[in-house]
């Protein structure tokens, strides 16, 4: 099922395009029932997300975003269909799929070093070596320039801080696929521009396969490689946009604000576009 990767080309984008396939959805769907009463939440989605790919999901609210980040983490089952990771089915939750939550992914009675050690605990060959997963946290740490806060405790950080010791944190037990819903909604534009910049070079660092969700185009067109635009509800494709932009962008950036009103554009006037980079 996965394809041989063994030629990756030079630029950043050919070796995404040539990667393997790390996610596939096939034909997933969604029906939540409570108290007799049905609540169809997603029709059935394909999709594929290859290793290294950032792929941004957006849509209105209640289109089922958050629901299809749960359905990937394996908090919830799909009624019908199927995801699989490598190739192998998801059926619960797993430390190879993390979700970022927001300042939920903190231990407040713990220092910010020793969050990031717990998160290393879950990675095979640290488990019971604590001087190795000391050292690695302090390099995650410095990744995401945090190493002079290391042993603050968390309350003592800025909203900034918090998300990128959560980020810290998420990364450490390695995981294949990282999910993040809405990873920026209560920063300031400075602190979410300087964010998007760090949250990319990490990205370009680590080769993480990611999947997050906004309800911000420019959020969008700033992080994605692919961004999934939602009907909607019940959700359903309704098309994606390759974003060929050369990473780091800047937030600011008008080929950012270019994408981001083409994306906008789609969702409110509900109709499909053709522009450059688009996937038919
Ligand atoms: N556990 C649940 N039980 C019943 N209905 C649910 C449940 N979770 C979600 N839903 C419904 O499924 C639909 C999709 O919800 P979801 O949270 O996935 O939307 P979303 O796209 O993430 O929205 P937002 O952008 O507002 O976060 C909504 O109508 C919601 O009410
Ligand atoms: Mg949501």
Redesign the pocket.
Known sequence: MTQNSASVPATAESAVAAAPVKLRLANVAKT?E?AGQN?E?LKPINLEIREGEYVVLF??????????L?LVAGF?EPTSGEITLEGRRVTRPGHDRLMMFQEHALFPWLKVIDNVVYGLGWRPGYRFRPRLRRQKARELLKLMHLEEFARSPIHELSGGMKQRAALARALAPDPKVLLI??PFPALDALVRARLYGELQDILVRTRKTIVS?T?DPREAACLGDRVIV?TG?P?SIKTEIKVDLPRPRDINDPQVAGYAGKIAALLEEGQRETIPGEKV
């Not at 849509?59 to 629901?67: F, R």
């Open positions: 939540f409570n609540v939440a849509g209105p609210s209640g289109c089922g975003k958050s629901t299809l749960n919830e819903d809405e969700v309800h939602f509800r959700g």
